[in-house]
C-alpha cells in the first residue's frame, strides 16, 4: 500500500494500494529510492522465533500482512518511497535471501547457478550489466 502526503503538511492525499515485487522493492531500495528503516521506524528487534513464523507462512502459501508506505518527495524533487510498516518483513526477506545465496554458492549445476545468480540481483546493487556488485556500499 502506498499513501501521497502533501510537502511539510503531513497530510495524506490519497491511499492507494499498489502491488510490488519484493524485487522490485530491493531493487527500488538499491537504488536508494525506498528506505526501508526510516529514522521514525524503530530498530530491527524481531526474534528468530517471529522471523521463523514469518518464512514459514511463506512457505506454507499463507497470507502475510501487507507492506505500507508512503511516498515523499526530498528536497530534489525525487519521489523516495519510505516504509512505515513492513520493515521487520522485509528485513527478514533479506536475512533469507542472503542466506539462499549463500547455500547456492558451492552448487554448481545449471539451475541452482540461475537461482544464485536471480537472488544475487535482488540482494545487491547491479551494474549496468545486470550483474551483481558486491562490494560493500554505506546506505
Request: proline residues 5%.
Amino acid at each position: 500500500m502506498e499513501g501521497t502526503y502533501q510537502k511539510g503538511i503531513g497530510i495524506m492525499l490519497d491511499f492507494s494500494p499498489r502491488e510490488y515485487s519484493i524485487r522490485e522493492l530491493f531493487d527500488s531500495y538499491n537504488r536508494k529510492e525506498t528506505v526501508i528503516s526510516p529514522k521514525f521506524q524503530r530498530r530491527p528487534v524481531w526474534e528468530y522465533k517471529a522471523k521463523s513464523y514469518l518464512i514459514d507462512s511463506i512457505i506454507s502459501g499463507y497470507p502475510i500482512p501487507r507492506i505500507f508506505i508512503r511516498e515523499k518527495i526530498d528536497l530534489n524533487m525525487t519521489a523516495i518511497r519510505e516504509i512505515v510498516d513492513g520493515q521487520q518483513r522485509l528485513t527478514t526477506l533479506m536475512l533469507l535471501l542472503r542466506a539462499f545465496y549463500s547455500k547456492f554458492t558451492n552448487m554448481q549445476d545449471e539451475n541452482s547457478i540461475s537461482t544464485r545468480d536471480d537472488i544475487a540481483r535482488c540482494i545487491w546493487k547491479t551494474d549496468e550489466f545486470g550483474k551483481p556488485d558486491k562490494t560493500p556500499h554505506s546506505r
